[in-house]
């Protein structure tokens, strides 16, 4: 009986967003516009710990400076990731309002400053872009996160309202994508990821190595991995021909996710978990992390014990084998564990987000091909 006990704690099984506790996840979008946000809150007031990486050439960032392990905070009230580009960046200022009407932040006279990080793909040549997220839309998925449960939905809803994938050999041939999430049990340790997916590149089956949307030939065909290369090398010589110098051509991609864990880290640990979670967007995306992209993954260490009065209506979460303000064991896992299981979280969001996609916009969804 024991040694089967143990052998179910090293399982590894995947579980609902509602099994981790101590986040609320909302989201928000304009269907017309062809955009959204989606905001992770943490319940403690004092915040969460959270690291930055970056693997692409062109990230929209919103006090990211703050996840860098030399600067004094230490923790962050939420996260976002956001379409609209540099132009969604404005969401972040909702989603403050929304902390300090509930007293969190950092406290400043009268008023409490909270620290909120937003990272953004570029959704603007879908739907209509002149309509990008703003305060209101941030504001506004923070009151959905109060819903029981959150209103957290994969496919085409907050960030990847608007997200597309496949677009190396033109927009004319890239297909619909989403958001997806996954989060991971082993025992009471959790690992989790939402990523929106909004890929310059094609998505893969990271299990098989089968790729399964991406940029299609004008007959549906998806395209080889020879004819992808081929698409970079000739995007490259145009630009070569219209610029005898160094291109500055505007990042048009950008995939972006936050993973979290419910084990304890600061934020130089987090930088590398963060780090290491980018494996699993290169499991699944090729090409990935090009100069065309802004790929960027925050990842978040929330606190096991609250240290005071949450905010809003309780969310609905399963705390059996967490770590949470309930009570439990202490969970014990490293960075090697805990990235190793982020980039498996990472990878499988990424499958969620493409096959959960709607066609939309003039772009065909995975789920609308033919087998």
């Not at 958001?179 to 009471?188: E, H, K, S, T, Y």
């Not at 395209?223 to 992808?228: A, Q, S, T």
């Amino acid at each position: 009986m024991i040694e089967a006990a143990k052998e179910r704690d090293n399982e590894i099984t995947q579980v609902p967003l509602t099994a981790f506790p101590g986040i609320r996840v909302g989201q928000a979008q304009d269907e017309d516009g062809g955009t959204g946000i989606t905001v992770v809150l943490c319940e403690d007031p004092a915040g969460m710990a959270a690291g930055l990486h970056i693997g692409g050439g062109g990230p929209a960032c919103r006090e990211t400076g703050l996840l860098d392990p030399v600067t004094t905070a230490q923790r962050i009230h939420a996260a976002v990731l956001g379409g609209g580009s540099a132009f969604g960046l404005d969401a972040a200022g909702g989603v403050m309002r929304y902390l300090e009407e509930k007293g969190i932040g950092v406290e400043v006279r009268e008023i409490h400053v909270p620290l909120v990080a937003q990272v953004d793909i570029f959704d603007l040549p879908v739907g209509d872009p002149r309509v990008r997220p703003d305060q209101a839309m941030g504001y506004a998925a923070c009151r959905m996160s109060e819903k029981a449960g959150g209103n957290y939905r994969d496919g085409c809803y907050g960030a990847g309202c608007g997200a597309t994938i496949g677009k190396y050999a033109g927009g004319e041939h890239a297909m619909k994508s989403g958001i997806g999430c996954c989060v991971l049990r082993q025992g009471n340790l959790l690992v989790g990821a939402i990523v929106a997916v909004n890929a310059f590149g094609d998505i893969y089956d990271w299990k098989t190595g089968q790729k399964i949307a991406g940029a299609r030939s004008g007959d549906g065909r998806l395209l080889d991995r020879v004819e992808m290369v081929t698409c970079l090398r000739q995007m490259e010589e145009n630009k070569a021909r219209a610029s005898a110098g160094y291109s500055t051509r505007t990042a048009l991609n950008t995939t972006i996710g936050i993973v979290f864990t419910n084990a304890p880290f600061q934020k130089a640990q987090l930088c590398k978990i963060a780090a290491m979670a980018h494996d699993g967007f290169a499991r699944s995306i090729a090409p990935v992390h090009t100069s065309g992209d802004g790929d960027s993954i925050i990842a978040l260490s929330v606190p096991a014990q609250s240290s005071g009065k949450g905010f809003g209506p309780a969310a609905d979460v399963d705390n059996k084998n967490c770590h949470s303000a309930s009570g439990g064991e202490p969970v014990i896992a490293g960075i090697d564990t805990v990235g190793t299981l982020a980039a498996w979280a990472a990878s499988e969001a990424i499958l969620q987000g493409v096959q959960s996609a709607e066609s939309m916009y003039g772009y065909r969804a995975l789920k609308d091909l033919p087998l």
